[in-house]
């Protein structure tokens, strides 16, 4: 089994800066595959992006490119998510994922192939 704890996320003005984080525990995290999903009121859950088991390759939704980063710190077992140039429709509940199985490209956005699943921060983004 895995614990996914999310925390950092909070209120913020449009333009701002967050940074999440993902501590994990029960597993070797360097083992696992990490992605970042989120939801909004109303709206079904959607990828953020994903970082794989040693940090080489990652991906993004269009709609946080070149303004959200993925990284990860095996030796501390955790997660991050820095966001930057906020806007209010990335207000949301953000979820850390983990996954055992091998993933590339689209197939990494999929939620569903995802094994382990925090309990979401909350996210606001005032304009």
């Known amino acids: 089994q895995v614990q996914l704890v999310e925390s950092g996320g909070g209120l913020v003005q449009a333009g701002g800066s967050l940074r999440l984080s993902c501590a994990a525990s029960?597993?070797?995290?360097?083992?696992?595959?990490m992605g970042w999903f989120r939801q909004a009121p109303g709206k079904e859950r959607e990828f953020v992006a994903f970082i794989s088991w040693t940090g080489s390759r990652s991906y993004y939704a269009d709609s946080v490119k070149g303004r959200f980063t993925i990284s990860r710190d095996n030796p501390k077992n955790t997660l991050y998510l820095q966001m930057n140039i906020l806007k209010p429709e990335d207000t949301a509940v953000y979820y850390c994922a983990a996954r055992r199985e091998y993933c590339s490209g689209d197939g990494c956005s999929a939620g569903d192939r995802y094994d382990y699943w925090g309990q979401g921060a909350q996210v606001t983004v005032s304009s």
């Open positions: 029960g597993r070797t995290f360097s083992t696992l595959a």
